[in-house]
Protein backbone atom coordinates (compact mmCIF):
# COMPACT_ATOMS: atom_id res chain seq x y z
CA UNK A 1 0.00 0.00 0.00
CA UNK A 2 0.93 3.94 -0.72
CA UNK A 3 -0.39 6.87 0.19
CA UNK A 4 0.86 10.38 -0.07
CA UNK A 5 0.54 10.87 3.49
CA UNK A 6 3.74 8.61 3.77
CA UNK A 7 6.85 11.45 3.12
CA UNK A 8 9.95 9.84 2.47
CA UNK A 9 13.63 11.83 2.18
CA UNK A 10 16.57 10.79 -0.01
CA UNK A 11 19.48 11.60 0.08
CA UNK A 12 22.74 11.41 -2.32
CA UNK A 13 25.55 13.27 -2.90
CA UNK A 14 25.25 12.82 -5.98
CA UNK A 15 21.87 14.10 -7.58
CA UNK A 16 21.13 11.84 -10.14
CA UNK A 17 20.69 9.00 -7.69
CA UNK A 18 18.68 11.12 -5.51
CA UNK A 19 16.40 12.12 -7.97
CA UNK A 20 16.03 9.03 -9.61
CA UNK A 21 15.23 7.37 -6.36
CA UNK A 22 12.78 10.46 -5.92
CA UNK A 23 11.31 9.22 -9.30
CA UNK A 24 10.78 5.71 -8.43
CA UNK A 25 9.14 6.37 -5.11
CA UNK A 26 6.53 8.98 -6.74
CA UNK A 27 5.70 6.73 -9.03
CA UNK A 28 4.52 4.13 -6.26
CA UNK A 29 2.58 6.75 -4.58
CA UNK A 30 4.47 8.16 -1.83
CA UNK A 31 5.75 12.02 -1.25
CA UNK A 32 9.17 12.57 -2.18
CA UNK A 33 11.70 14.99 -0.87
CA UNK A 34 15.23 14.63 -2.47
CA UNK A 35 18.59 16.24 -1.32
CA UNK A 36 22.56 16.03 -1.84
CA UNK A 37 23.62 17.89 1.24
CA UNK A 38 23.53 16.23 4.92
CA UNK A 39 22.95 19.76 6.74
CA UNK A 40 20.22 21.00 4.29
CA UNK A 41 18.18 16.91 5.00
CA UNK A 42 18.51 17.73 8.35
CA UNK A 43 16.76 20.58 7.97
CA UNK A 44 14.24 18.98 6.26
CA UNK A 45 14.26 16.36 9.04
CA UNK A 46 13.86 18.44 11.48
CA UNK A 47 10.45 20.05 10.09
CA UNK A 48 9.03 17.32 11.87
CA UNK A 49 7.55 16.41 8.38
CA UNK A 50 9.39 13.17 7.43
CA UNK A 51 8.53 9.74 7.83
CA UNK A 52 11.56 7.94 6.37
CA UNK A 53 14.96 8.59 5.36
CA UNK A 54 17.01 7.08 2.74
CA UNK A 55 20.18 7.71 2.82
CA UNK A 56 23.75 6.96 0.95
CA UNK A 57 26.80 6.39 3.51
CA UNK A 58 29.71 8.23 1.83
CA UNK A 59 29.17 12.19 1.70
CA UNK A 60 31.58 15.00 2.12
CA UNK A 61 31.78 16.76 5.80
CA UNK A 62 28.39 14.71 7.57
CA UNK A 63 28.67 11.30 6.31
CA UNK A 64 25.54 8.57 6.83
CA UNK A 65 27.17 7.89 10.34
CA UNK A 66 27.23 11.21 11.17
CA UNK A 67 23.93 12.31 10.04
CA UNK A 68 22.68 8.65 11.82
CA UNK A 69 24.70 9.46 15.31
CA UNK A 70 23.30 13.20 15.21
CA UNK A 71 19.66 11.51 14.38
CA UNK A 72 20.18 9.01 17.39
CA UNK A 73 20.59 11.62 20.15
CA UNK A 74 17.62 13.60 19.13
CA UNK A 75 14.29 12.77 20.67
CA UNK A 76 12.59 14.02 17.39
CA UNK A 77 14.41 12.11 15.22
CA UNK A 78 15.51 8.77 16.68
CA UNK A 79 12.62 6.71 15.26
CA UNK A 80 12.83 7.70 11.98
CA UNK A 81 13.55 5.05 10.55
CA UNK A 82 16.18 4.62 8.19
CA UNK A 83 17.55 2.87 4.61
CA UNK A 84 21.23 3.25 3.99
CA UNK A 85 22.04 2.55 -0.08
CA UNK A 86 25.60 1.91 -0.44
CA UNK A 87 27.56 1.01 -3.08
CA UNK A 88 30.14 -0.39 -0.54
CA UNK A 89 29.87 -4.10 1.03
CA UNK A 90 27.39 -4.21 3.93
CA UNK A 91 30.15 -5.65 5.83
CA UNK A 92 32.02 -2.29 5.39
CA UNK A 93 29.21 -0.15 6.48
CA UNK A 94 28.71 -2.04 9.49
CA UNK A 95 32.22 -1.54 10.35
CA UNK A 96 32.14 2.04 9.61
CA UNK A 97 28.63 2.18 11.91
CA UNK A 98 29.70 0.73 14.61
CA UNK A 99 32.45 4.10 14.82
CA UNK A 100 29.22 5.62 15.75
CA UNK A 101 27.74 3.17 18.38
CA UNK A 102 25.66 2.25 15.73
CA UNK A 103 24.04 -1.61 14.60
CA UNK A 104 23.36 -1.78 11.26
CA UNK A 105 21.09 -4.89 12.12
CA UNK A 106 19.48 -2.73 15.08
CA UNK A 107 19.64 0.58 14.50
CA UNK A 108 18.88 0.33 11.04
CA UNK A 109 15.41 0.19 8.97
CA UNK A 110 17.26 -1.58 5.76
CA UNK A 111 20.47 -1.39 3.77
CA UNK A 112 20.89 -2.05 -0.04
CA UNK A 113 23.80 -1.76 -2.01
CA UNK A 114 24.27 0.22 -5.34
CA UNK A 115 23.63 -0.56 -8.55
CA UNK A 116 20.29 -2.29 -7.09
CA UNK A 117 16.99 -3.15 -9.09
CA UNK A 118 14.05 -0.87 -8.85
CA UNK A 119 12.00 -3.31 -7.86
CA UNK A 120 14.07 -4.95 -4.86
CA UNK A 121 14.62 -0.88 -3.88
CA UNK A 122 10.64 -0.12 -4.07
CA UNK A 123 10.22 -3.74 -2.50
CA UNK A 124 12.49 -2.77 0.75
CA UNK A 125 10.42 0.64 0.95
CA UNK A 126 7.26 -0.53 0.97
CA UNK A 127 8.11 -3.38 3.99
CA UNK A 128 9.71 -0.39 6.06
CA UNK A 129 6.80 1.82 5.51
CA UNK A 130 4.28 -0.84 6.17
CA UNK A 131 4.05 0.26 10.41
CA UNK A 132 4.27 3.16 9.48
CA UNK A 133 0.95 2.94 7.39
CA UNK A 134 -0.46 1.28 10.16
CA UNK A 135 0.25 3.78 12.62
CA UNK A 136 -2.01 6.21 10.33
CA UNK A 137 -4.59 4.18 10.03
CA UNK A 138 -5.39 3.55 13.85
CA UNK A 139 -4.97 7.39 13.79
CA UNK A 140 -7.76 7.50 11.20
CA UNK A 141 -9.96 5.33 12.93
CA UNK A 142 -9.21 7.68 16.28
CA UNK A 143 -10.11 10.60 14.37
CA UNK A 144 -12.97 9.04 13.06
CA UNK A 145 -14.21 8.06 16.22
CA UNK A 146 -14.10 11.10 17.66
CA UNK A 147 -15.46 12.98 14.45
CA UNK A 148 -18.67 10.51 14.20
CA UNK A 149 -19.14 11.39 18.49
CA UNK A 150 -18.83 15.39 16.96
CA UNK A 151 -21.57 14.80 14.67
CA UNK A 152 -24.20 13.03 17.25
CA UNK A 153 -23.19 15.66 19.54
CA UNK A 154 -24.17 18.53 16.47
CA UNK A 155 -27.63 16.38 16.14
CA UNK A 156 -28.56 17.03 19.84
CA UNK A 157 -26.69 20.80 19.54
CA UNK A 158 -28.91 21.39 16.52
CA UNK A 159 -32.09 20.50 18.08
CA UNK A 160 -31.12 22.88 21.22
CA UNK A 161 -30.20 26.06 19.36
CA UNK A 162 -33.61 25.24 17.27
CA UNK A 163 -35.99 25.34 19.90
CA UNK A 164 -33.65 28.60 20.91
CA UNK A 165 -33.42 27.63 24.59
CA UNK A 166 -29.67 28.40 24.70
CA UNK A 167 -27.72 31.66 24.23
CA UNK A 168 -25.83 32.54 21.48
CA UNK A 169 -22.68 30.59 22.75
CA UNK A 170 -24.26 27.42 22.03
CA UNK A 171 -25.27 28.07 18.46
CA UNK A 172 -21.56 29.22 18.05
CA UNK A 173 -20.65 25.72 19.06
CA UNK A 174 -22.85 24.04 17.11
CA UNK A 175 -20.90 25.79 14.16
CA UNK A 176 -17.56 24.36 15.47
CA UNK A 177 -19.60 20.51 15.88
CA UNK A 178 -20.52 20.67 12.16
CA UNK A 179 -17.49 22.03 10.73
CA UNK A 180 -16.01 19.06 12.47
CA UNK A 181 -18.54 16.65 11.33
CA UNK A 182 -18.15 17.87 7.73
CA UNK A 183 -14.30 16.50 8.03
CA UNK A 184 -15.89 13.45 8.48
CA UNK A 185 -16.92 12.66 5.60
CA UNK A 186 -13.43 13.46 3.83
CA UNK A 187 -11.76 11.48 6.38
CA UNK A 188 -13.57 8.39 5.63
CA UNK A 189 -13.28 8.50 2.01
CA UNK A 190 -9.66 8.85 2.99
CA UNK A 191 -10.12 5.85 5.11
CA UNK A 192 -11.85 3.79 1.95
CA UNK A 193 -8.83 4.39 -0.14
CA UNK A 194 -5.82 3.58 2.15
CA UNK A 195 -7.73 0.07 3.07
CA UNK A 196 -9.26 -0.84 -0.26
CA UNK A 197 -5.62 -0.49 -1.76
CA UNK A 198 -3.92 -3.09 0.60
CA UNK A 199 -5.43 -6.63 0.86
CA UNK A 200 -3.37 -7.39 3.96
CA UNK A 201 -5.73 -4.79 5.83
CA UNK A 202 -8.57 -4.63 4.06
CA UNK A 203 -10.35 -6.98 6.40
CA UNK A 204 -8.89 -5.85 9.69
CA UNK A 205 -9.75 -1.96 9.08
CA UNK A 206 -13.06 -3.11 7.08
CA UNK A 207 -14.13 -4.17 10.68
CA UNK A 208 -13.30 -1.23 12.44
CA UNK A 209 -14.75 1.12 10.25
CA UNK A 210 -17.99 -0.66 10.57
CA UNK A 211 -17.18 -0.03 14.27
CA UNK A 212 -16.69 3.58 13.46
CA UNK A 213 -20.11 3.82 11.57
CA UNK A 214 -21.92 2.21 14.52
CA UNK A 215 -20.70 4.47 17.03
CA UNK A 216 -22.02 7.19 14.95
CA UNK A 217 -25.23 5.47 14.68
CA UNK A 218 -24.99 5.20 18.67
CA UNK A 219 -23.97 9.17 19.29
CA UNK A 220 -27.05 10.08 17.98
CA UNK A 221 -29.33 8.53 20.65
CA UNK A 222 -27.01 9.68 23.74
CA UNK A 223 -28.52 12.07 25.96
Not at 123 to 134: S, W
Not at 151 to 157: D, E, K, M, P, Y
Not at 172 to 184: F, H, T, V, Y
Request: include cysteine; charge should be negative; charged fraction near 30%.
Amino acid sequence: MTDKSIRILCLDDEEIISECCQQFLQEEGYDVFASTDSYDALDILCTGEIDMLIQDYNRPGLNGGGLLKVMKADDELKNIPVIISSACARDWVAKKLREFDIDIDHDLAGFIKKPFKVQDFVALVGRTVKPIMNDHIMILIDLGRLLTKAAGNLSVASGWTQEKRFPPHYRERAAELEDLASRLSSLLADFDRLTDSDPDLLGTTSEMRKNIFKQADESFYVM
